[in-house]
Each structure stands twice: as C-alpha cells, then as structure tokens.
C-alpha cells in the first residue's frame, strides 16, 4: 500500500515537474507572442529567423527585425560581435546612404565629433566647411543659387547617364576667416579634386567613361582611345576617396599636412596646408559693435539682452553655417514681432508647417544683416524670415541657398547623422541684397 | 524533516523545469536565456542605454516619418539589414531582400540550357568564340569562328549578343534552328539543334612550341575538373615541357574537395586547408596518399584579383609545400565558408561561419573598409606583375597577355636553374 502510494507521489510529481516544464515553455510563448501588441515581439519561431509562423512577415516592427537579425549574427558568426552599438549605427548609415540624398549624411564618431565642435565655433582641419553637391536635377533648385555647378540640360544623354550613377562633389560652403585654409585663398565654391593624390571619386570621370565606352560601340572612337580613358579611370580609382572620406581629410584632425588640389571653374589650383585649430566665437560682440549670432542653445537669452535699448542693430551673418531649428524659433520671439514667417515644405505631400513667432517682441528695432554665400541653412532662413516682413535689409552678397531645415542627431556610440526635414518658403517677391554700391535683384 | 527535503527538491526540480521550458527556445537555437525575454517577462524596463534594436527603431522611425520624401518601409528596412551585416566589415556575409534572395538561389541551383558554345559580337550576327566537344552544337556542325546570322528565321545583324543568347536558350529537349555562315562557303548552313544541358570545359591546355612551355587554365573547380585536369596535364607531359603554367585567373573557385583531388597530384598526405568555426568547430582537409605525378619541371600558378575561395587554395598549397611560383597579382583574399539562413518574409542571410587556413597557418582573408575597398588580403605573388589593359589582352595569348609572358619567363628561368 505504502509502496504503491510512492509510486503515485513520484509519478504524479514527475507529471507536475513535466507539466511545469511545458508550462514555461508556454510562458515562453506567451512572452514572445501573445503579448505581441504590447512588447511587439515578432513572430518568430525556435530557430531564430529561419523558421516563420507569419506568411507575409509584415507584423511586426523594423526594430524587432534588427534584434532577430542580431542574434542570429551573434549565433553564427565566424568571430564573437564585440560591440553591438556598431551593428545598429551600421545599419543607419546604410539607411541614410539608401536615400541617395546628398544632405542626408552619416558622420562617424571622428567625424561628428569635429562637426560639434565645428557648432562650438571649434574648427578642426584646414578650417573649411564642406557641402555634397550632386550633379544634374537634383541640383536644379541650388543652381539658382551660388551652389551652382551648372544644372544640366533636362533629357540629355548626359543627364541620363547622371542618373544612373550618383556620387556628389564636395564643395566648399565656408572659409573660417584665419583658417589655413583662408590664408592659402581658397573660396567657397572650390570643389576638392584630389586629396593628397587621392582622386575624389565624383560622376564626371564615370560619365566620360560610360560615354567613351557607348561611343566606341558606336564605333565614333576607336580601340585605344577607349584605352586612354580606361587607364585615366584605372589610375585615378586605384587611389580614390570617396566624398565621405575626402570630407573627413579636410574638417578632421588638428595637426599634420594636408595637399588639395582644388578645382575653380575650369582652373586647378594647388595648395599645401598644415591642419590645425581655428577658433571663432560663435555668439560675440565684435569690435565694430556687430553681433555674431550662432543658433544654438541660449543664443535666445543672449541676443535679448543684447538687443535691450537699441534702435538699430547689425548682426553679421557670414560663416553662419549650422544651427538648430529649436534655436531659431526661440530667437526669433526675441528679434520679431508676432506673425507668420514663411513656412515649411517637404515632398512628402504632407501639409506645409508655418514658421511663427507667438509672442513676439513688439518693440524690436530695424535689423542691418551681413550676408554672403558662407550665410546657410538656419542663418539664411532666420535672414529671409526678417526681410521677408520689411524688418531687415540685407547687406553683402547672395546667400548660400542652402534652406533645407535639417535633423542633426546623436547616436550612443558617438556617430551621428544629419536628415533634411523640409524646405523653408517664404513669400517675398524679390530677395534683395544690399551690394556696396548696388543694389541686386534676384528671383 | 525528510520529508522537507522532498518538497524543497520537488520545488526545485519544478522551478528548474519551468526555466528550461522557457529557454528551451534559446537553448535549441544554440545561445544563451534571451535577456529580452526574460526582462519582458519579470516586467524589467532596460534602464540602461538604449539597446541597438530600440536606437535603430528610432532612426528607423525617424527617416520613415520625419525625411522630407517618401519611402517606401521595405526599402529602407532592407537597407539597414544590409547596413547591419556589412558593419562587420566582412564582404561575404550579406543580406538578401526577397526579389534578389529568389534570383540567388536561381542562380546557384541554375538551370540553364543552350547548345554549348560561346558566342560574341560580329557585324553581321553572332560569332561562336568557342564550341564545346561534348556539346550538341559541335555534333550539329557548328565550329569556332562560324558566325549564326539567323535564329529560328530571325536574322540577328545588329543584335546584341545578350539578346541573341537569350533567343538560343530555351527549355531542355526543344529545338532551335541556327542559320550559320562558315568562312570559304558560298551558303549559309541550317542547324536543327537539340537544348540541353550544358557542362562548359572547366579546364583547357595549350602548348607553346617556341617556348616549349605547357598551359594550363583553369576556370573554376566542379565535379569533372579533376579529371579534366588530369587528361589535360597528360597532354601536355606528351610534349616534354621545360615548364608549366597553371592559369587561374579570374577562377572564382567551386568544390573544395576537387581543389584537394587536384593536390593530391602535387603532395601526397599533406595537409590542404584548416577549417576553424565558432564553439570549436575544427574540420582539416588533406590531400589524397597515392596520387603523386612525377612533376620533372618547373610549375607556375598565374592568379589576379579575380582568383578566389578554392582557386586560392590551389594556390596557396602549391605555394607553402614549394610546388609552385605564384605570379600575377594578389588574388581575392576568400577565406571563409557561408551559410545561407532563409528568413521570415523569404529574404536571406548569407553568414561567413567559419574560417579557411593555409598549411602555413596564414589568413588570407580579404579586409575591406566601410565602402568596401580592398585594404589588405589575398595571397601575395612572389612574381607581381599587373596585366596590361593597353595591349587588349587575350587570356592565354602570350602574344598580348603580358602576365602569361612573365609567367612562362619565370618557368624557363627555374628550368635553367
């Protein structure tokens, strides 16, 4: 009887211990799959992602695919992942990159740590500042501007092989006066062409290419003028840098030489130069009583203050390159009485974002702007907005037209990167800059 | 008091049962408790930094709703997989969207079915570069330098060859009719040609009678090439050379066990190649013991960049038991095995999981930068000599291939020795 009741309480209690085991397996289950809504687990099943229960896969987030992804690499790959960071930072650059948008960048720890410093007024390099500007129409809108590389001509053969590869020149956007760069007489507008000896990979030499080899089909050129631009290209792409890399040689760094051979318009021009540091106080009074203005926090406190008991006031807006959205609006409730200053567009076909100054200052006095073709993005809207309502004359040259609002975000391993969120519009029906002894109409 | 212990053992056995029901999802895939599981579970929020899923959810978020254009959210999901995998700087281990996932394993199970030659541009059609012995079109009639000017009645002037390949191929055991025009004939030719399936010569030799130099190359390493190599090489030894070439250039590789076959007629029970995986995995090939062929000249093995996986291999073996000269310019620099692992919505991940080594113990493993640009890898040619484009080279050529003519320099000048 005794022995009997062992052998139920064993049993049974094996049972249980079974039972429980499926039960956390169930559990198991519960975790990854039913509560889906709330933790947005996919649906995937034992083996990682090899095996599905979901036919069409579209349940679950982008972020649960990457997780997946993770741990299978984690699993299997041939050497242990050190650092997870730099799978998810290598995922977002290949994002960015996918939107062949040359506003849209990815910047890794070295090169977002001197862009920064860069926003600090801290010039890494040769104290330049560098824009990607992409041949054909999607420069069309910039040409007008001073981004101009000349827009090709819509439905050519040349426009068609353009599309077909992309790569952007690097252009010069801003020369911090007292630069090396500065000292050596490069402008903004020269496009870098080679890095010490390193060709800068751009579409020209690609189209010359593609074109040689069609014409040599075509049976227009014969078999060793083929050759010659084949070992043009052989030569330059044995020693190339891509646009990110060249960007990096010449804003990176704090000592050290650097040689660029730099392209004006048809001319090239050569300059040695040693990196170093150079400074420019972002938000100062200078000497001659104008204010530079950067957008960046507290610059709102700053100009307030600044501002107080004056009827006239000059703010020098060139070199002005980068600056926050968020800095802009608090700025702008300092220096602007209430109103709608223009707005913001995107191609997503959503509805354009007024610009507005909710309070206000209703007593801000008449605004004198210095600008040049180094006054972009932030500086330029802030420059547009004002003169837009009859509240400050520009005084320089042309603007960089560069008006596209962007997102600059941080990312846990140091990287980071840069993504236009729209385009600043405002109605004004002529933009007129105030030259030293004219006065320029643009449209 | 025993009885305590029962239950407290009872409890225990329980506790540990439900644990390894709830990992028994991890432990069966290979890795350790899932701490996300676990955490969602026990209701823990990660106080930490944000993991890497959360900080691409939110970039993905980001680009998705904020860009200023549209995208589609396929697209930009398939772009950050395939930023995930190329992080690891790893030029083998890939993603595979679904469309282009179906065409790879198209390719690589590929049924493809023709006539058996190689064709290229003329004027007036298409002109057969090559015609292989075994193939249906040679029993047909068709031979090099035969230019076809017509398929099924279409004439194919000013076509290009592509799209006349694609006319010739079709469905295996169907016909196609070939309008042929053969040098010194008046009449074009008819050819009724039966579709099928086409095993291309991996290996083919020449002999250079004024150099008395054997060449042999080598196009990739599948099943018949051990015994190509073999008929081949036995060609050659009938013309007594001072020396051998062994061209693998532009060899992408293939069977590694046909890679060990080939070696064994260099090096009997030897070592060929180490395969190293995570957790231990260890597996070493060897070459066969009985296989040797008296080599009674100099060997050069001529590679380029282009030479990878078991063609390197080749090679490289050669090379470290000092059975050959590698000359050229350094190969690819493959050294690891995949696997492909197929996932949920029918895309796929091609993951490197383990590691070729060289008798040597060298690495050859080719390192790339973010942009994936050689930096480092491949195995170094004692020889190096860059192919020169400007004279139109011809693979095998010595007349314009001007590493052939390095390589066969280098041949007469071990045999002299």
Redesign the interface.
């Known amino acids: 009887m005794k022995g009997m009741n062992r052998t139920v309480v064993v049993l049974g209690g094996t049972a249980l211990i079974a039972f429980t085991a499926v039960g956390g397996a169930a559990l198991r289950d519960w975790v990854d799959l039913g509560r889906r809504a709330e933790a947005e687990m996919p649906n995937f099943s034992g083996v990682g992602l090899v095996a599905s229960t979901d036919a069409n896969g579209a349940s679950y987030t982008a972020g649960d695919y990457f997780y997946q992804l993770m741990r299978l690499l984690k699993r299997e790959y041939v050497e242990p992942i050190p650092d997870d960071q730099k799978l998810a930072s290598g995922a977002i650059r290949s994002m960015i990159g996918s939107l062949n948008d040359p506003k849209a960048m990815f910047l890794d720890k070295k090169q977002f740590a001197s862009f920064q410093n860069a926003r600090a007024g801290k010039y890494e390099g040769i104290g330049v500042e560098v824009v990607m500007v992409m041949r054909g129409a999607a420069n069309k809108q910039a040409a007008k501007a001073s981004d101009s590389e000349g827009a090709l001509p819509e439905g050519t053969a040349e426009e068609a092989l353009v599309s077909r590869v992309r790569v952007p020149r690097l252009m010069v956007s801003n020369v911090i006066p007292g630069s090396p760069a500065a000292k050596a007489g490069v402008k903004i507008g020269d496009v870098a062409y080679e890095i010490d000896s390193h060709w800068v990979v751009n579409t020209d030499l690609l189209i010359k290419f593609q074109k040689a080899q069609d014409d040599f089909k075509a049976k227009k050129i014969t078999y060793s003028q083929l050759n010659l631009v084949r070992k043009e290209v052989r030569e330059r792409t044995e020693r190339a840098l891509l646009p990110m890399r060249a960007m990096e040689r010449l804003v990176t760094g704090t000592s050290g030489k650097v040689k660029v051979v730099w392209e004006r318009g048809t001319e090239k021009r050569t300059t040695d130069l040693t990196k170093s540091v150079t400074a420019m106080s972002p938000m100062t009074v200078l000497p001659n009583g104008d204010l530079r203005l950067a957008f960046q926090k507290g610059a709102d406190a700053w100009i307030a203050k600044e501002l107080q008991g004056k009827t006239k006031v000059r703010i020098d807006l060139r070199n002005n390159t980068h600056g926050d959205f968020e800095s802009l609006k608090a700025v702008l409730e300092k220096v602007a009485p209430k109103g709608t200053y223009g707005q913001f567009v995107t191609a997503r076909g959503s509805e354009p974002t007024n610009l507005v100054v909710a309070k206000g200052n209703p007593a801000a006095p008449k605004y004198e702007l210095l600008v040049d073709s180094s006054t972009r993005g932030v500086a330029e809207m802030f420059a547009l907005a004002l003169q837009s309502k009859g509240k400050a004359t520009l005084v320089g040259s042309l603007t960089g037209g560069d008006r596209t609002l962007v997102d600059i975000v941080p990312l846990p391993d140091g990287s980071g990167y840069v993504l236009p969120i729209g385009e600043y519009q405002v109605n004004v029906t002529s933009t007129k800059v105030v030259m030293a002894d004219k006065t320029e109409e643009v449209r | 008091m025993k009885t305590g212990i029962k239950y407290v053992a ?1 409890a225990v ?3 540990s ?9 991890d432990l ?4 350790g408790v ?1 701490s ?2 676990v955490n ?2 026990l209701g823990v929020k990660n106080a930490k ?9 939110q ?2 978020n ?2 998705r709703f ?6 589609k ?1 396929d ?3 398939f ?10 700087g790893d030029p083998h ?1 890939l ?1 595979f969207p679904p469309r282009a996932a179906q065409l790879f394993s198209e390719e690589t199970t590929g049924n493809f079915f023709g006539v058996g030659a190689r064709l290229s541009d003329d004027a007036m059609g298409v002109r057969a570069a090559a015609v292989f012995e075994d193939g249906p079109a040679y029993a047909a009639g068709l031979r090099i330098n035969d230019v076809i000017i017509a398929v099924d009645g279409k004439k194919v002037g000013g076509m290009p060859t592509d799209a006349v390949v694609l006319l010739i191929k079709g469905k295996e055991g169907t016909f196609v009719t070939l309008t042929v025009a053969k040098k010194g004939k008046q009449q074009p030719v008819t050819m009724k040609i039966k579709r099928a399936r086409i095993v291309a010569p991996t290996v083919e030799s020449k002999f250079f009678e004024d150099s008395k130099v054997g060449y042999i190359a080598v196009s990739q390493f599948a099943e018949p090439t051990t015994m190509q190599f073999d008929r081949e090489l036995d060609k050659v030894d009938r013309k007594s050379p001072k020396g051998l070439v062994i061209d693998m250039r532009s060899n992408p590789g293939g069977l590694l066990d046909v890679a060990a076959d080939m070696l064994s007629r260099f090096v009997a029970d030897k070592v060929v190649v180490k395969m190293v ?2 957790n231990g995995f260890n597996e070493t090939v060897r070459s066969a013991s009985n296989e040797v062929r008296p080599f009674g000249y100099p060997v050069v093995v001529l590679m380029d960049e282009n030479s990878a996986s078991a063609a390197e291999i080749f090679a490289g073996v050669l090379r470290d038991y000092n059975k050959a000269t590698l000359v050229g310019t350094h190969s690819y620099g493959k050294s ?1 095995v995949q ?1 492909v ?6 895309s796929s ?1 091609k ?5 070729y080594y060289l008798p040597s113990g060298d690495d050859i493993g080719r390192k790339v930068d ?2 994936g ?1 050689y930096i480092d890898g491949g195995l170094k040619p004692s020889v190096a000599v860059e192919l020169d ?2 004279k ?1 080279p011809e693979f095998g050529n010595p007349k314009s291939d001007n590493q052939l003519q390095k390589a066969i320099e280098t041949v007469l000048k071990q045999a002299r020795n």
């Open positions: 009872f056995a329980a506790l049962a439900g644990s390894l029901g709830f990992a028994w999802r069966q895939s290979g890795s899932d996300r599981a969602s579970l930094a944000a993991s890497p899923e959360q900080v691409f959810q970039a993905y980001q680009i904020k860009y200023s254009r549209q995208v959210p697209d930009l999901r772009a950050g997989m395939q930023g995930l995998l190329s992080s690891l281990t993603y995986g995570r690891s696997n692992f197929p996932l949920v919505d029918k991940a993951v490197t999981i383990a590691k973010q942009d640009i484009l400007d139109d």
